[in-house]
């Protein structure tokens, strides 16, 4: 259904690649590396990206983002990076490791969560063939991302009257001597 699709895959080991890319030649696909400094062609099926510090680059360039780890025992990843890039989401069903976020966005129809594969599949084509859902999906769980900033600056405001100054902070008890 889409012939020229280009899957930038991730993994979260890095020095998994190599056995990474020979799985995804195995079953036939043409597999850039970036970490090899690959160049994508038009018959590249798959961008490896085998670096560090680049998932947000990856983000914005996928309309669509399936967050991994959410099939297995992993816990799934965490979305709000994906989220603030502008990529529609999806995962697996498994998202211990961020279940607060996850329920919040998949209660404000701001991610997808797919139970099996080809759940997963018909997600992610749904939201492919329609582009303006992905945005408005990715718009959703940006806004939630944005409105959730802040949460430590309140905290410590709420919590600053509980809290003692610390003893013998002589910038402090100065300020206190002036007045101030």
Known sequence: EFPDLLMILVPRHPSRADAIADLLRGHGLEVSRRSLSGTIVRSTDVFLGDTLGEMGLYYRLAPVTFLGGSFTDAGGHNPV????AGSALVTGPRVANARAVYKEFWNADAGARAETGAELADTVAALLRDPDLAARQAERARALVAAGRGALDKTLMLLKPFLA????????EAAHEDGT
């Open 165 to 172: 100054e610390p003893a013998g902070n002589p910038a402090r």
């Open 81 to 84: 990076e994906a989220a603030l």
